[in-house]
């Protein structure tokens, strides 16, 4: 009884949340001309769809702070291919100013690798050697170290050895993404493969997403899930 007493509760404490969610996401398409002021590692690199072409290739950003944040100009990298943000094709989104809670997509233009793996850095700038220019990064279907994860793991974005081997997100099937779940099981800002699930793509939307813990957490709602 009691159990179920908590489940209820949690659901209406979901509903809720989800609620105040909304109607902030709604009430932040109004203020698209507010100063930029929140943290850059506010911003998360929430999907990557790697399975296609450089056509069909994409990545979600997420802004889970409470200030606008101007991404403009900032760089991705995936093992050595380079590109500022500013030259990508919004597939969902306005701009890149990005509002609390604000989700956008960027087609990549590059095929994302899905054979061998790879990885995603997002940068403030194009100096990539820099960690303290990283923002966020995963790795994926490699433990080598075939990209950024070096500079990743001395910001304690990502675990693993220089010069690897190092954590990485399983193979994604050929109709999935990899979603991050929204909580950096590492503490601060560390964040681990568990952290990640291969999934149907949610491309523009919150992800739902299963991790290890049970419990379906939407990225960007999970601090207040606490
Ligand atoms: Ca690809
Ligand atoms: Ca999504």
Redesign the pocket.
């Known amino acids: 009884m009691l159990i179920n007493s908590i489940s209820i509760c949690f659901h209406s404490c979901c509903a809720l949340v989800l609620t105040i969610l909304l109607l902030t996401t709604a009430a932040d398409t109004t203020l698209a001309s507010s100063p930029a002021g929140g943290l850059d590692t506010d911003v998360v690199i929430n999907e990557v769809f790697?399975?296609?072409?450089a056509d069909?290739?994409w990545i979600e950003l997420l802004n889970t702070g409470d200030s606008a944040i101007d991404i403009s100009a900032w760089w991705f990298c995936s093992r050595f291919a380079y590109r500022p943000l500013s030259t990508r094709t919004i597939l969902v989104g306005d701009d890149l100013l990005l509002e609390p809670g604000e989700i956008i997509v960027l087609s990549t233009g590059i095929?994302?690798?899905?054979s061998t793996g790879a990885d995603m850095g997002l940068y403030i700038t194009n100096s990539f050697g820099n960690s303290n220019n990283m923002v966020d990064f995963l790795q994926w279907i490699t433990p080598s170290q075939i990209g950024r994860s070096n500079e990743a793991i001395i910001r304690n974005f990502w675990s693993g050895n220089i010069n690897g081997p190092v954590d990485f997100v399983e193979r994604a099937e050929p109709d999935e993404s990899v979603a991050f779940c929204g909580i950096n099981s590492g503490g601060g800002l560390l964040t681990l493969s568990s952290d990640f699930v291969n999934s149907q793509p949610s491309m523009g939307m919150p992800n739902t997403v299963n991790c290890d813990e049970g419990l379906i957490f939407i990225a960007g709602f999970e601090s207040l899930l606490r």
């Open positions: 790697y399975n296609g072409n069909q290739d095929d994302i690798d899905g």
